[in-house]
């Protein structure tokens, strides 16, 4: 089992991460940061929960009952990816496109997701 701060230092061991953050989606609150994608990454994560709100919002009007794992959103040089975790946190990494592996990437993901030690109720 892991903590924050050792989930962050294990997500900024993925090839290609610059950073991450721990986000709880529904205050927006960051519960962790670790690296530097050269923008203000705190800003930038607690702002995501927006688009983790949105989601949850319009799975919910459109019945889907599937569980949500992540979201890819796609930039000319980077990838942000939004992992859930629990029930209302996700971490959200910032990976560089020319260096990261999206597939591994994701897998290394689920792997850290799954050993962080939180209260998942």
Known sequence: MSDIGSSLERTLKINGCLGAALVDYESGMCLGTLGNPGFDL???AAGNADVVRAKFSIKEKIGVKDALEDIL???ASQYHLIRMVGRSMFFYVVL?????NLAMSRMEMNTIEKALEIDRT
């Open 42 to 44: 705190e800003l930038a």
């Open 73 to 75: 959103i796609t930039l």
């Open 96 to 100: 560089d496109r020319t260096k990261a």
